[in-house]
């Protein structure tokens, strides 16, 4: 990737980045020069990767532990974020849950834990940053983590898929309000994603069944959310902002 030049020493917070595509987000970030802080709520993961981050790129990640479901921790993690590394260029908003509960399951208690984490704490991590940026006089860039179940129905995921869908909204009415800021907002719509979580599912018949519906007949690998990511977070991409773009093998525009 040859994109990164203006990311060199630029502050990037990663939500959920003790794991997955979060972790991944933060080498990546980390790779291109620039700063990261780790957001999540298991401190002994963030501190493994701070470790092996330090190790390759010789600055220290900073760790604000967190459960983004509540408010006041989510305010809390951006002042100390602020207070050890300054105010942030960029927030990737990739912290999320999954439920398979089926619809006439899905009981208060599934349907909470998913909005709360997906649509609440992305809101208010995404509102609580912006605020510094703009108390600052700062522009910058807000990266949304949405899903192609928030642009097509999926099998038993209701409250995700409508978590993902509201993120997707949101990428867009955030980009309007915060324009005269120069606060850009996208967001990243993935399809499905090899992880150490879901390689054991895709290998099974259900699994492989399911990448037979991908019309490029594989998943995705972490890699291939890097240039999408890079290109959002970089100036080069300064006139785009409100867009969600699927990362899927073209599964979201798959022929009925
Ligand atoms: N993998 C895929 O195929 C795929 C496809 C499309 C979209 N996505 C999206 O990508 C994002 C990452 O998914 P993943 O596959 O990497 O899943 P993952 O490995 O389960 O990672 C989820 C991350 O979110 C954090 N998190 C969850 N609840 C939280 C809370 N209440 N407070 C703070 N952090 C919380 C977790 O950290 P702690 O548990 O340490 O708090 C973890 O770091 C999600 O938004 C997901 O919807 C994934």
């Given at each position: ?8 020493d ?34 002994e ?13 010789g ?57 709360d ?10 509102s ?44 867009r ?9 120069g ?44 240039a ?29």
């Amino acid at each position: 990737m040859t994109l990164s030049s203006d990311l060199k020493d630029r502050l990037f917070v990663v939500t959920g980045a003790s794991s997955g595509l979060g972790a991944h987000f933060a080498q990546v970030l980390s790779q291109a020069g620039a700063r990261v802080a780790l957001v999540a709520r298991r401190r002994e993961k963030l501190e493994a990767l701070s470790d092996s981050l330090t190790s390759r790129s010789g600055a220290a990640p900073v760790i604000a532990e967190a459960d983004i479901r509540n408010v006041s921790a989510i305010r809390a993690a951006v002042a100390d974020i602020v207070e050890q590394a300054g105010v942030p260029d960029g927030l990737i908003n990739n912290a999320g849950t999954v439920d398979t509960t089926k619809a006439l399951e899905v009981t208060e208690e599934h349907w909470d834990s998913v909005l709360d984490t997906n649509l609440k704490g992305a809101w208010f991590f995404a509102s609580a940053t912006a605020e510094k940026m703009v108390e600052a006089g700062r522009t910058g860039t807000v990266v949304n983590i949405a899903s192609i179940t928030g642009l097509r129905p999926a099998g038993a995921v209701g409250p995700y898929a409508i978590s993902k869908a509201g993120l997707a909204h949101m990428t867009r009415q955030l980009a309007v309000e915060w324009a005269r800021h120069g606060i850009r907002v996208n967001a990243l719509a993935p399809g499905y994603i090899e992880t150490d979580l879901n390689r054991e599912f895709f290998a099974s018949e259900a699994g492989q069944a399911l990448i037979k519906r991908v019309p490029q007949r594989r998943l995705g690998q972490l890699s291939d959310l890097d240039a999408p990511l890079l290109m959002l977070c970089d100036e080069a991409s300064a006139y785009m902002t409100g867009a969600v773009i699927p990362v899927d093998g073209g599964h979201a525009v798959n022929a009925l």
